[in-house]
């Protein structure tokens, strides 16, 4: 992961803002860690978009990156997947936006919210307005643990 310094700092500074503020989008009812299992954009819009992805853990920049996702052709979703984010769990906060965005207009979730395995999908309607949603990982759904 080679980020320019700036926009680490960019980056960072919103994170810190963030949790500075009181920002309490999602309050946390958990501690515990949680692993990400898939982290996608789906995009139901007609227009291709350009999708940023940011995850933090205690305050510290852990994975940045961004896909191009194509445009919903009127039979099939645009779909791109992330890849080389951290796999192992952790008290992590994803942040996700457009180009465009800054990342505090974007979507902003404490995963830890989640169960211990979460799927994640940034999903572009159709108006173009970017949302979060969550699943159980498969295999987290008949486990006793």
């Known amino acids: 992961m080679n980020l320019p310094r700036r926009h680490v700092l960019q980056i960072t500074g919103v994170s810190i803002a963030s949790i500075g503020a009181g920002c309490t989008s999602v309050p946390s009812l958990s501690s515990e860690e949680t692993r990400i299992e898939s982290l996608r954009v789906d995009n139901l819009d007609t227009s291709e978009y350009v999708v940023y992805v940011l995850l933090v853990d205690e305050n510290n920049p852990i994975y940045y990156d961004s896909v191009e996702v194509e445009a919903f052709d009127g039979y099939t979703e645009g779909r791109e997947e992330f890849e080389g984010y951290p796999r192992e769990a952790g008290e992590y906060t994803l942040y996700v936006w457009l180009e465009g965005q800054s990342p505090s207009e974007g979507e902003q979730f404490d995963v830890t919210e ?20 969550f699943s159980s990982c498969p295999s987290d759904e008949n486990s006793d643990s």
Not at 114 to 133: K, S
């Open 114 to 133: 989640m169960d211990t395995c979460t799927e994640v999908t940034a999903l572009i309607n159709g108006e173009g307005e970017l949302g979060l949603r």
